[in-house]
């Protein structure tokens, strides 16, 4: 693996380029080329290590030098000296930083509450040698309350595993041999851009487009139908169209019979669903399903890109199951660029052995829903004391943020924040601690749209103290005489432990620097890849499934009117940053969008300042009136920091803490808001 570069003299600065691949949360897996001179990144570019990438980035991305060498980078640890969330502190050491975190862990562990210990993490720019490996390890070990990752993705991977066993999606390269590409809330103009001029290859080779969002995104004003849903109506749509199949003759009765089980039940459930009774409730005219029931019955192949926007409300999961069975029941299977792609992380399962990475068994401690930590800062028993924030933005990215800030606000909490920016969350650190980037770390990443494994090297210098993750929480097992004679922390130790010897992978990574897996980079769904549940069948009404649900599997629960906030409120990803990554780079002040509909009913014109308001919170910050949205819909952009809003608060203020139907997800397209003028 390459070495970082060493500083030369500023006279004579070394400049070479290296490649590397970006962790960052996104389905592409970028291969990355830097230019780095005198141990420092002045440019990024794209490389074609990555086939599917092939050396073209995000403009995101491109920037990222530009917050690695910002002013809100964290050069060295810091202690807090003022009030909470004033952000005032002073320069420590790392061993002042760390003698005292141990000696909190071991005060907490001396009393007998382990579980008083916290972890808050999620992905961040965090690959597999930074994220779930030495880090995991440390908070086993020293019996620390467990964290439901679950602010994305949890219905989503709920569902894929109980329906299919998490198996490998259509290949977004083979989106160029679909004849109808159903694009179910994403965006890829925003995340993914990769699969954009795939998409645009297909139409131009005669394919027809649909996308289904409440907003008329990019790929939207280009589709054939495009169905604006009211937000958290999407089962109700994908019901529509299993209930069009079935009636119609068009469901494929012998693949269901031979590959699956529960399709009656689903087709029992699906039953009571007309395309009038899912136009009522979706907003959309019965025309635009039908002429979708009809394309999908008809046409193939026919692929679903099946996004995460569908499932940020409390049907999500439900509807998530009914969007993924659409192309069982319809027998889209067994044809290149037909059947569906949601996520493909789960096809290294097999492959890689993050349990072995670990080397420490999960404990049975408390386990805390990450989308009410501000109810478990403020209400656990026992108290959460020690809180350790990674990888993560939480005071800017998880819902209900006002109970959030107020259980960062706790005098008794101390909370830890390790990361290379000073962002919003680490304002509110007791002790705040720099991480390195990606560019500055050894880190091995996975796409999950793209099917494939990356090495990325070390780039650059460290700045500052800056240190990687497995360092920090090496040191501190260490410290605390947890350590095993044979526990991997060298991120080559890590990377060994991963893969094995077994597959070939770590072979391949050394000599191209990129891995495929085991059927290379395009399966065929129901051919080269059959399902990966126990008895290899797709399970379209699980029992586990339809216990857990509320009002069982397939269960349409409105949303609930309220006169006062009669609004719908979405906090959409946007080609600016990801979650709130990369948010420091952006300058414009936040607008909300409003149809000129609701505008015009509110008196409002485009530019005002309004406060988007509801019983939770409320947001000052500018307005756009735009079609871009549907009427009674109010969009405000996922990823904003405090200095984007006129009171520092974002469209997490306005969400509720509740959960989705399956997998304890977050329910933000749930908010219900007015706006007015301030």
């Known amino acids: 693996?390459?070495?970082?570069?060493?500083?030369?003299?500023?006279?004579?600065?070394?400049?070479?380029?290296?490649?590397?691949?970006?962790?960052?949360?996104?389905?592409?897996?970028?291969?990355?080329?830097?230019r780095v001179e005198d141990g420092r990144v002045t440019k990024l570019d794209g490389s074609h290590v990555n086939p599917f990438t092939a050396g073209y980035i995000c403009a995101k991305v491109r920037r990222y030098p530009e917050a690695v060498y910002g002013p809100d980078r964290m050069t060295h640890p810091l202690r807090r000296v003022g009030a909470k969330g004033e952000g005032r502190f002073e320069r420590i050491s790392w061993d002042q930083a760390?003698?005292?975190?141990?000696?909190?862990?071991?005060?907490?562990?001396?009393?007998?509450?382990?579980?008083a210990i916290l972890p808050l993490c999620y992905g961040g720019s965090n690959g597999l040698l930074t994220h779930d490996a030495v880090d995991s390890r440390f908070f086993r070990r020293i019996g620390a309350s467990r964290l439901a990752r679950t602010v994305c993705a949890?219905?989503?991977?709920?569902?894929?595993?109980?329906?299919?066993?998490?198996?490998?999606?259509?290949?977004?390269?083979d989106f160029r041999h679909s004849r109808?590409?159903?694009v179910w809330g994403t965006n890829p103009s925003a995340s993914g851009i990769h699969l954009v001029p795939l998409i645009r290859d297909a139409r131009v080779a005669g394919a027809k487009l649909v996308v289904i969002d409440p907003r008329r995104t990019p790929l939207a004003k280009q589709a054939d139908l495009h169905l604006a849903v009211r937000p958290g109506t999407d089962l109700a749509v994908a019901l529509s169209i299993h209930r069009h199949l079935f009636r119609t003759g068009a469901a494929d009765l012998e693949f269901l019979r031979s590959a699956t089980d529960g399709w009656e039940e689903l087709e029992r459930r699906a039953d009571e669903w007309t395309f009038e009774r899912a136009a009522e409730v979706s907003g959309v005219p019965v025309a635009d399903i039908e002429r979708l029931a009809t394309w999908y019955a008809e046409i193939s192949p026919a692929v679903i890109r099946v996004g995460w926007g569908s499932e940020r409300n409390r049907n999500g999961g439900s509807a998530t199951a009914a969007v993924m069975a659409l192309p069982a029941v319809a027998g889209k299977f067994g044809v290149r660029g037909g059947g569906y792609l949601q996520s493909n992380s789960g096809i290294w399962n097999n492959e890689i052995d993050g349990a072995g990475t670990i080397a420490e068994p999960e404990a049975a401690t408390r386990l805390i829903n990450m989308n009410r930590i501000g109810e478990a800062l403020l209400e656990a028993e026992p108290p959460v004391e020690l809180l350790f924030i990674y990888n993560c933005n939480p005071a800017m990215t998880l819902p209900n943020q006002e109970k959030v800030l107020r259980g960062f606000a706790r005098e008794d909490l101390f909370t830890v924040v390790f990361d290379p920016f000073l962002t919003d969350s680490a304002l509110w650190a007791d002790l705040a601690l720099p991480a390195t980037s990606f560019l500055e770390h050894a880190e091995l990443t996975r796409g999950y749209g793209a099917m494939l494994l990356q090495d990325a090297p070390a780039v650059a210098d460290r700045v500052g103290e800056a240190r990687p993750n497995y360092e920090v929480f090496g040191e501190l097992i260490e410290r605390l005489g947890l350590a095993h004679p044979d526990d991997a922390v060298a991120p080559e130790d890590v990377r060994r432990k991963l893969l094995g010897s077994a597959n070939g992978i770590g072979e391949a990574l050394?000599?191209?620097?990129?891995?495929?897996?085991?059927?290379?980079?395009?399966?065929?769904?129901?051919?080269?890849?059959?399902?990966?549940?126990?008895?290899?069948?797709?399970h379209l009404c699980p029992a586990d499934l339809d216990r857990e649900a509320p009002g069982g599997l397939y269960g349409f629960r409105d949303n609930p009117s309220n006169p006062g906030f009669p609004l719908t409120l979405v906090s959409p990803a946007t080609n600016k940053t990801i979650s709130s990554s990369l948010g420091q780079l952006v300058k414009a002040k936040a607008a909300v969008d409003l149809h000129p509909d609701d505008a015009a009913a509110r008196g409002l014109e485009?530019?005002?300042?309004?406060?988007?308001?509801?019983?939770?919170?409320?947001?000052?910050?500018?307005?756009?009136?735009?079609?871009?949205?549907?009427?009674?819909?109010?969009s405000l952009a996922k990823g904003l920091w405090a200095r984007h809003t006129a009171n520092g608060r974002t469209a997490n203020a306005l969400a509720p803490d509740d959960l989705t139907d399956l997998g304890g997800g977050a329910c933000f397209n749930d908010a219900r808001v007015d706006v007015a003028a301030r």
């Not at 975190?101 to 509450?113: D, S, Y």
């Not at 949890?154 to 390269?173: D, E, H, S």
């Not at 300042?609 to 500018?622: D, F, I, K, P, S």
Request: proline share 8%.
């Open 1 to 34: 693996m390459t070495e970082p570069v060493s500083s030369t003299s500023a006279t004579n600065p070394a400049v070479v380029t290296l490649t590397t691949a970006c962790p960052f949360d996104c389905p592409d897996a970028c291969s990355l080329e830097a």
């Open 98 to 115: 760390l003698g005292e975190i141990v000696e909190r862990v071991q005060a907490l562990r001396a009393k007998g509450v382990p579980e």
């Open 154 to 173: 949890a219905p989503t991977r709920r569902v894929a595993t109980a329906l299919y066993g998490r198996m490998a999606g259509v290949a977004p390269q």
């Open 180 to 182: 109808l590409i159903v």
């Open 510 to 538: 050394d000599r191209d620097g990129v891995a495929f897996s085991s059927f290379g980079q395009g399966p065929i769904q129901m051919m080269d890849e059959l399902p990966r549940t126990p008895d290899r069948k797709i």
């Open 606 to 634: 485009h530019g005002a300042e309004v406060r988007v308001w509801n019983e939770l919170g409320e947001v000052h910050c500018l307005l756009r009136v735009t079609t871009e949205v549907r009427p009674g819909v109010a």
